[in-house]
Each structure stands twice: as C-alpha cells, then as structure tokens.
C-alpha cells in the first residue's frame, strides 16, 4: 500500500515540471521574439499597404468617327507607332480636297491682284508723263504768248503813228489771243491731267495694298489644308510609346466621340511602389534610404530598393470628397502618407513583369 501511495504522488510533481519547464519555454520564446521585434522596430518601418505603380496612358481619338478596323487584340504588347485602330476618313479626304480648291483660288486671286498692281503701276507712270508733256507745253505757251504780247504792244505804238498797216495790227493782235486761248486749253487739259493722276494714283494704291490681303489669304488656306491634312491623320490612332494595352473593348463600326478614353496603354517603363505609411512611422524617415520589397507574387525573393520621395498631402486631402474636420464631430484618425519607392535594379526579369495594382510589402532601412 506504501508503493502505490508513492507512486501516486510522484506523477503530480512530474507534471508540474513537465509543466513549468514548457512555460519557461514559452516565455523566452515570447521575449525572444518580442526583443526582437523591438530592436527591429527601431530600425525599421514596415507597411502591407503598398501597390505596384506605372505609368499608364489612355488612346484617346483627337476626332469623332466610326471604327472601320482594330488591328490589336486585348493585352497585346506594341510598339511606338503601331496603328491600333483606323476611324473612317471620307470626310477629312473630303475637306482636305476642299482645302486644296481653296487655296488654289486664292493663288489665282493673288496672281490676278498682282498683275493689276502692275499694270496699275503702268498706268500712274503714263498718266504723270501725261502730266509732265502737258507742263511742257504750257511753258511753251506761255513763251508764246509773251511774244505775242510783245509783238501786240510794239505794233500798237505803231498803228498810232501809221507806221504799219491796220491788217498788220490785226494780224498781232489775232496771235495775241489764239496764244491766249492756247495757254487757257493747255492749263485746262493740265487739270484734267493732275485729276486722272489723283484718280489713278488712288486705284493703284488700292490695288496694291489688295496684294498683302490676297497673301494673307494664302496663309489662311494654307492654315487650312495643313489642319485638314492633320485630321486626316488623326483617323489612323497610334500608339504614342512602348507599352501593353488593356482590354480593347471596341468594335468595328462603334462611333467614338473626339477625347473619349477607349482604353489604356500601360507604358513599357521601370515601375515603381507606392506605400501608404502612418503619419506616426515617418518621423525618422529620410529620402534615400534603402527598402526590401516583398512582392505577393515572388514570395520568396526580396526586390532592393530606395525611398525617393513623399507626397506633398496625404492620401484623405486627394480624395474625392476630403475630409473636413471643422463641421460636425470630430474622430481623429491616424492618416497615410504615400511615399514613392523606386527599385534600383530595374534590369530585373521579375520587374518587368510586375504589374500595376499588386500588393506588395515594404520595409524601409531607417538606419
């Protein structure tokens, strides 16, 4: 009865052991751990809210139309150039003709404008030799007239003494006046002259100036058929860089709207990550400093990159409707700063296979 009695109370003292042994155990596994995570805490800044960025551009048509071919496929990876799709060009074919008669109109007009201007150049230079001719002979006559006046008052004197005859008399007296009546129709015929000078000099001028006018009208259609020539272009829609296209959901014969987004050409460009971190883990945070990405999709490879900047407003002041504090009550929330990291090897395969949107884990050096 002894034994038994003994045996019975070795067993709890056992598991007493068994037991305090586990719970020291557990105990410097726990402060093990959490020592760890202390010193590593105050070395680090980690963070799971973080997403895989590039930069995306949206096809957008610069005209309106309808779709007479698509030449690629969803997730189809181009290049700079590529056509992706056509829109009917009838029309723009249409006013580039149009154009085209335009301008043609106004280089005839132009050249009709500068024949005038010259022959109306011409003109002036007749019209002014006109002039000049007619001044000379009014000098002509006024030199014929003096000696006329002349002959007419010597004879006078002498018709008083009879020393010449009345019909020579006459005769002096009859030249005085034709060379009068002379001086008057050439002096008129000047007027007329200098008038018809005015006149044209004032036509001539107008039709010169008509030449610049017909110039700038030139331009203008050339303006023209240069902006039809560049619509024209404009219905075979390229892609403006390296990149690979998202799902392309539009069909032939669709009528899009000139800056309607069709759909999205991710740029073949080094991507980069965006972590949101807590306003509280940025205080010892610094451009430069190195980061280990952990990407979802390669669990058990780690990317080396760097911090590069910090936007300039959390991610709530971005938002669609930001939140203001000054109206109701207030709940203060720990807000997210977006922090840009960027990846130092981007020669890296596992990159460029990197797609945006993808969850990854951040884990920022701070020493």
């Known amino acids: 009865m002894e034994n038994k009695e003994t045996k019975v109370e070795e067993t709890p003292k056992k598991s007493n052991k068994r037991f305090i042994i586990v ?3 557990l105990v410097l596994a726990g402060g093990s751990f959490g020592i760890t995570k202390y010193i590593h805490s105050q070395h680090h800044e980690e963070t799971d809210d973080a997403q895989v960025e590039a930069n995306i551009s949206p096809v957008i048509p610069r005209i309106s139309g309808y779709i007479t071919e698509v030449r690629v496929q969803d997730n189809q990876r181009v290049k ?42 011409i003109g002036i230079n007749s019209t002014e030799a006109n002039v000049k001719v007619v001044d000379a002979q ?33 005769q002096a007296e009859a030249a005085k006046q034709s060379a009068e009546r002379q001086l008057e129709v050439l002096q008129s015929q000047r007027k007329q002259a ?50 690979i296209l998202s799902k392309t959901n ?12 069709l ?21 010892k945070m610094q451009i430069g400093q190195k980061v280990m990405v952990k990407v ?29 504090n000054a109206s109701g009550n207030f709940v203060k929330v720990v807000q997210r700063l977006p922090v840009k990291v960027e990846f130092v090897d981007t020669k890296d395969e596992r990159i460029k296979n990197l797609r945006p949107g993808m969850n990854v884990n951040v884990d920022v050096h701070l020493d």
């Not at 006024?142 to 010597?154: C, F, I, M, S």
């Not at 017909?214 to 020539?229: G, Y």
């Open 138 to 170: 009014i000098e002509a006559a006024k030199v014929t007239l003096w000696r006329a006046n002349q002959d007419y008052e010597r004879y006078a004197n002498l018709i008083k003494d009879h020393s010449i005859t009345q019909q020579q008399f006459e």
């Open 263 to 283: 759909f999205n050409l991710v740029l073949d460009e080094a991507p980069w990550v965006i972590a949101n971190f807590k306003e509280t883990q940025l205080t």
């Open 250 to 261: 539009i069909q032939v014969g669709q009528y899009v709207q000139q800056g309607q987004a």
């Open 296 to 324: 979802d999709a390669y669990p058990n490879h780690e990317f080396e990159a760097k911090l590069t900047s910090f936007s300039p407003a959390t991610g709530a002041r971005f938002a669609l409707l930001p939140p203001d």
């Open 194 to 243: 200098s008038s018809q000078t005015t006149t044209v000099s004032s036509q001539t001028k107008t039709t010169i100036n008509q030449v610049p006018v017909q110039q700038a009208t030139i331009q203008q259609r050339q303006a023209d058929l240069d902006n039809a020539n560049l619509n024209l272009s404009y219905t075979v829609i390229t892609a403006a860089t390296d990149g």
């Open 23 to 25: 719970l020291a155990v």
């Open 80 to 121: 700079k150039g590529d056509t992706l799709l056509v829109l009917d060009n009838r029309d723009e074919l249409i006013k580039v003709e149009q154009a085209k008669a335009a301008l043609q109109a106004a280089q005839s007009g132009l050249a009709v404008s500068e024949a005038a201007a010259e022959a109306a150049k």
